[in-house]
Every structure is written in C-alpha cells, then in structure tokens.
C-alpha cells in the first residue's frame, strides 16, 4: 500500500465538527490513504484576536501538505473581521473555485431533474481586488483588473478540467459585448486556447442570456467557465436549481495548494444536534481525493453515497416521500454509506473516476498543465495622450471645456470630456445627466510623441488653476494597438 498522504483539517464551527468527523468516518472506512493534521480555523480564533479566522501557525500546515478540508466556520458578529476563504484564497493563490451542480432527482425536489454541470469561476481577478476609491462627493469607483495570465490559467484550467472527467462541452461567459477591454481578453483567451482541446464543444454567450439558459434549461450545459464576479453569481444559481445546495461541494485549486469544502455555512441553528447531513463536505473529500491521486477510493465513495440517497436514507433536510424510515443522523447517515462501499447506484448516474488524471497540479492533470502559463514578450509601448480625471461640482461641461481648453500644455490637446461614460463635450446634450466626475481626454496630433513629462506639465498646469484632479490614466499602444476604449459604447 502507497503511503498516507498529510492532509489539513479543520472542522471549523457550527455543524462543522459533526460532519466533518461523519466525513473521516466514511474516508477512513473507505481506505483512503490519508494522514490528516487538525488546524483551529472560525470563531475562536477571530475572537482571539486573528482578524481573519486563522492563527499565524495554522499556515504551516497548510504549506506543508497543501491540502485543506475545511468544515464550514461562522464569522462573529461586528466589524474588523476579514473573510477567511478569501484570505485563503488569496495568500495562498487559489485561482480556480470548481463546483458541481448535480441534480439527484427524484429523490432530491429539482425543476430540473437532468442538470449535471461544473462552474469554473476565476478566483482572484474580477471586481475582487479590493481596489476602490471614493473620488468625489457623488462618485466611488471599484477597478476591475482582469489579467492574461489570468485568464490563461483558468481558461486552460477549464479545459484540462474537461478532458481529465470525459466532458464535452466547455462554455465561456462575459459580458464582452460592452467591456471589451477586459471581458474581451477573457472572451479572446479562451478562443485562443479552444482550438487546442479539438474533442471539445466550445461555445460563448453574453453572460445575462447565458445566466437566463443558465435558469431555464442547465441540461444543456457542462462545463462553465466565467470571471470571478459572474462565476459568484452563476454558481450560487446552479446550485440553488439542483434543489441540493445542502449536498454541493466546492474546491478551490491553485498551483501549490488546494482547499476543499461544502458550499453551505455552520448552520448553527441545527449545530450540536447531530443532525446535519455531512454529504457537501463528503462530497467536497471525494474531490480531494480525486486531487492527491486516489481516484478509485473517491469512485467507491462516491458511488456508495449516490446509492444511499437513492436507498431513500435521508438526513432531516432532505427528509420526504422517498425516504426510509426515521430522518437518519450525521453519523447515521455515514454508516450506511459505509455498509454500502462497493454498490453503486441503480437509478442514478454511477460516477466514474478511475482514469482520471490526479488533480490539477499533483502530478499530471489540468493545474500542471494550468500553471506553466508561458509570458509573452513585453509589446512596444507609446504613450498617446493622457485621461484626466476632474472632481468639479456646478460646473457645465462647455464652463470645464473652455477651462481646460485654455489650460492645456502641447503636445496635449483636451480632445473630450465624458460623465459617467457619457460625451457631454463637444457636442454634448443639455439632458445628459452629469456628476461632479469628469473624465477629460488629452491627446497629441498623431505621430506626436507624449511623454510622461508632458502628463506631469499639463498636471501642473491644471493644478495651479485650483483643478481638482482625483487621477489619471495614461493612454497608451500596444504594438500599435489602441489600449483605451474610445468611449461608450465603442
Ligand atoms: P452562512 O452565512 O454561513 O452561509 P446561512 O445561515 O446563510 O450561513 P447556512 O449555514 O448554509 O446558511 O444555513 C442555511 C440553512 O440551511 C439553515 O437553516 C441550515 O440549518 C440549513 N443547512 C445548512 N447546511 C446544512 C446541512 N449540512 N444539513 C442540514 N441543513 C443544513
């Protein structure tokens, strides 16, 4: 027998402890070749002072095995706490969130009986950077930074994903038909990868259509992969159609580690009772176990536990028409997965593991093949003009224009001035609605060159005119291709 591989636990609070020893119960049983180390994570340790859930020693375990199974954990009341799932994600560089959403009907209530499909989200990009500013008395700003990196990564992910569990499918959303610029690259990354993966289907959709497929028919779909802001939406969607947002299990990868889980909270209302139903958290170690390179024991387990449900052995939640008996207990409910390791199911779809390759990155399978994304060449970069952007309250557009018309420093020129997005000079309406945050476009004649000193005399300039100015983007080529958006809608 192969040795035990170390693994992180930490049973974290509420109904954490209860199902996370059902879990072991069942991995133990099953023969799993695991050594798990116990990290406090959750409440106490906010309350002790760690803002965000964990205690400073607790990494060194995770670096050590690069495995978390983590129970559920409740944050205290109050400000000053930080998320610890997105510290985790963060520090430890956890790109893809991998979610399933299965319907197990009917013995789970669904519309939508024939729904099997895996959301990718990107974990690290998107709105999620934490960037914001407040500008002006009536303006605040969040950045989006989507990176190629980035996208690479998880669209290759998305794909190696697909090949290593036999899907055929691999659907891409963004919303490219208005953010061009970053949407687009993630839109143009996957069509770049797609071609090398010619066994899969490839489509994209805008993601508000996709989402409303998403909603109406999730049959059609296999594998999503999405930004991580319409990834957070779409995934909490698909799960609440399966009608198990009790059974679903998450995993969240990255090139050196990887943390898995359910996707539902402590649920301290039912905590202590020993009722809660373990199987998002078992599910969530069928997963870790396909990750550290034991696909059979996760086959075994997770055929065992798809024969239970349909056995009608219930915990309370799921409790209906179909069930046995009494609503079975946690540990309950994991002994009978236990007595039926080596069934598998009758009604619903056997799972399948046994030639997948051993999870991203621990050998050879989608993170391996994820992480070595090749940089480019850095591009020839020219400087062209520079956006200014102006708090300024009661002023006109045409009053501003005229201002900063006067006040420009050749080679700049003000070339535009929009509100919210809107061009309200030249030629601007009087029904446009306008703020006090205006972003003014200076540009040099083409094929003269800008430099960063011409910025800093034009700043200068602005400035000893009293000009509020909040920031600046400079407006750059790339190879000779234009880096800004034009404006609305362009
Ligand atoms: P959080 O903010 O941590 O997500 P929440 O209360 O919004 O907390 P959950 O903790 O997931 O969400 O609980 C939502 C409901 O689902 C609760 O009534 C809870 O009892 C129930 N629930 C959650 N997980 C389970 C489980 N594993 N077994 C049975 N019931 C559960």
């Known amino acids: 027998m192969s040795e035990l591989v170390p693994i992180t636990v930490a049973r974290g609070d509420g109904i954490g ?34 803002s965000s859930g964990i205690a400073p020693e607790a990494w060194d375990s995770l670096r050590r095995t690069r495995v978390l199974l983590k129970g559920p954990i409740t944050t205290p009341q109050g400000g000053g706490y930080k998320s610890l799932n997105v510290t985790i994600r963060k520090t430890l560089g956890l790109y893809a969130n991998v979610r399933p959403c299965v319907s197990y009907a009917p013995f789970v209530r669904t519309l939508h009986p024939k729904m099997n499909l895996v959301i990718i989200r990107e974990n690290e990009e998107d709105l999620y950077a934490g960037i914001e500013h407040r500008q002006t008395d009536e303006v605040y700003q969040c950045l989006k930074l989507i990176t190629r990196p980035g996208c690479e990564r998880i669209v290759r992910y998305a794909f190696e994903y697909a090949r ?34 010619p066994e899969i289907e490839t489509e994209h959709l805008i993601i508000d259509i996709g989402a409303a497929r998403l909603a109406t028919r999730p049959e059609r779909f296999d594998v999503i992969v999405t930004p991580n802001l319409y990834g957070d939406i779409l995934s909490d969607i698909a ?22 889980e359910a996707i539902h909270g402590s649920a301290p209302d039912i905590a202590g009772k020993g009722i809660a139903n373990p199987s998002g958290l078992l599910l969530a ?3 870790m176990l396909v990750h550290i390179g034991q696909p059979a024991v996760a086959e075994t387990i997770h ?24 609503p079975f207990g ?56 520079v956006d200014v952007f102006v708090h300024a309250a009661g002023v006109s557009a045409d009053f501003l224009a ?40 200076f540009v040099a004649a083409e094929a003269t060159p800008v430099t960063h000193a011409d910025i800093i005399a034009l700043l200068q300039a602005l400035v000893a005119r009293g000009i509020d100015v909040i920031k600046t983007e400079n407006l750059c080529t790339f190879d000779g291709e234009r880096g800004f958006a034009l404006g609305q809608g362009q």
């Open 164 to 197: 290593a569990h036999g899907r055929r499918k691999v659907t891409c959303m963004t919303k490219d038909n208005i953010m061009k610029m970053t949407d687009g690259l993630f839109h143009r990354v996957f069509d770049e990868i797609a071609p090398q993966y």
């Open 239 to 260: 799960a609440e159609l399966t009608g198990s947002v009790g059974l679903a299990p998450s995993a969240n990868i990255g090139d050196h580690v990887a943390m898995f």
């Open 17 to 50: 402890p209860e199902i996370m020893d059902a879990t072991l119960r069942v991995l133990q049983a099953a023969g799993a070749r695991i050594a798990p180390e116990f990290i406090d994570i959750g409440e106490q340790q906010y309350l002790a002072g760690h």
């Open 285 to 287: 170690a069928v997963m």
């Open 303 to 326: 055929n065992a536990w798809l024969r239970t449900i349909e056995d009608g052995v219930h915990t309370a939640e799921l409790h209906g028409t179909l069930s046995i008996g009494r």
């Open 402 to 441: 005229g201002q900063l018309v006067a006040l420009a420093v050749p080679p700049l020129g003000l070339q535009m001035i929009t509100n919210r997005g809107v061009k309200v000079w030249p030629g601007g309406f009087p029904e446009t609605f306008c703020t006090d945050h205006w972003r003014c476009r």
């Open 330 to 385: 946690s540990m309950d409910f994991a002994d009978a997965v236990i007595e039926r390791l080596g069934q598998r199911p009758e009604q619903l779809a056997p799972v399948q593991y046994g030639t997948t390759p051993s999870a991203p990155g621990r050998a050879a399978g989608p993170r391996s093949a994820a992480a070595n994304v090749p940089r480019r060449a850095p591009a020839a970069k020219a400087l062209v003009g």
